[in-house]
C-alpha cells in the first residue's frame, strides 16, 4: 500500500492538497490509515472522504465507512484545506492497513 501526497492549490497563507492511497497487493484492504508528521505550522482546517485527527504536528488519517475497501491495483483518495505561513513543504506519508 502506498500513499502520494500532492498540493493542488496553495495562495500563500493556505493551501487544500489531496492524498491517494493504492493497493498495491494481490487481495482487497478493508480499512487504511495514513500518517504524517508536518515539518512546518501547517494547520487542517477542513476535510473530506476521511477521518482526520491531530496532535501537535502529527496527523492520522482513516478510512470513512464508505471508501475502507480498496480492490487489488485499486485506489481512493482523500482531501483537505489547510493553513500556513513561511513554507508549505510536503510531509512523508505512511500508509497502512487498518
Given amino acids: 500500500m502506498t500513499a502520494t501526497y500532492k498540493i493542488e492549490s496553495d495562495w500563500g497563507a493556505g493551501f487544500v492538497a489531496s492524498v491517494t492511497i493504492k493497493n498495491n497487493g494481490s487481495t482487497p484492504i478493508t480499512?487504511?490509515?495514513?500518517?504524517?508528521?508536518?515539518?512546518?505550522?501547517?494547520?487542517?482546517?477542513?476535510?473530506?472522504?476521511a477521518g482526520l485527527t491531530s496532535s501537535g504536528r502529527a496527523v492520522t488519517a482513516v478510512n470513512?465507512?464508505?471508501?475502507?475497501?480498496?480492490?487489488?491495483?485499486?485506489?481512493?483518495?482523500?482531501?483537505f484545506q489547510g493553513t500556513y505561513s513561511g513554507t508549505n513543504a510536503a510531509p512523508t506519508l505512511t500508509a497502512s492497513a487498518s
Fill in 64 to 79: 470513512l465507512n464508505y471508501n475502507g475497501t480498496i480492490p487489488p491495483g485499486g485506489s481512493t483518495s482523500f482531501g
Fill in 31 to 49: 480499512g487504511w490509515r495514513v500518517n504524517w508528521t508536518w515539518g512546518g505550522n501547517q494547520q487542517i482546517s477542513s476535510s473530506w472522504n
